[in-house]
């Protein structure tokens, strides 16, 4: 009964001294590295102004990805210095000092996220005046003349609901 198995063994040493290369293993001290886990701070998009969460991309220092929902931004552990060498909006570095404080690397953004009563909460229900960005004189016809109102809309009826008795 040993004899098969011995038979094996010397085979497979055998075989491992032909093509040690093809032998090796990890030793068994080796471990992989465990993965990094990181965590993000979920915040509402009303914790910024309209206008930063449009260019919150666009700043210098700041490291942020458009989602389809909102941003996902980077906090860097010297935001501090970061918001004194460049110009940054002012509620960007209460957030990444917020991020910071509890142990979270990244921001996530989004419309639908809760609001914290730590931060400031900006109104985005009023909308931004297009005036400045667009020529008035090139708009739409339809966009200058008045709305309608409902005497002026006529009403009709369906086909269908026009049965003869």
């Excluded at 094996?8 to 001290?29: E, S, V």
């Excluded at 919150?56 to 004194?84: C, E, K, N």
């Excluded at 009563?117 to 667009?134: G, I, K, N, Q, R």
Aim: overall charge negative; glycine content about 2%; charged content about 25%.
């Amino acid at each position: 009964m040993n004899r098969p198995r011995r038979r094996l063994r010397h085979a497979a040493q055998a075989w491992a001294r032909r093509w040690p290369r093809l032998t090796r293993t990890a030793p068994r001290h080796y471990r992989p590295a465990d993965p990094t886990i990181r965590t993000f701070l979920d915040l509402s998009t009303a914790h910024l102004q309209p206008q930063t969460c449009d260019e919150l991309d666009s700043y210098p220092g700041v490291i942020a990805y458009q989602t389809t929902y909102g941003w996902l931004m980077y906090a860097p552990q010297d935001a501090t210095g970061l918001a004194r060498a460049h110009d940054w909006p002012p509620e960007l570095l209460p957030i990444m000092k917020l991020a910071r404080e509890h142990d979270c690397a990244y921001v996530l953004f989004d419309g639908d996220a809760d609001q914290s009563y730590l931060l400031e909460v900006f109104d985005w229900s009023t909308p931004p005046d297009p005036t400045p960005f667009a020529d008035p004189n090139r708009l739409c016809p339809s966009l200058t003349e008045p709305p309608a109102t409902a005497e002026s809309v006529p009403l009709e009826t369906p086909d269908h609901d026009k049965r003869e008795l």
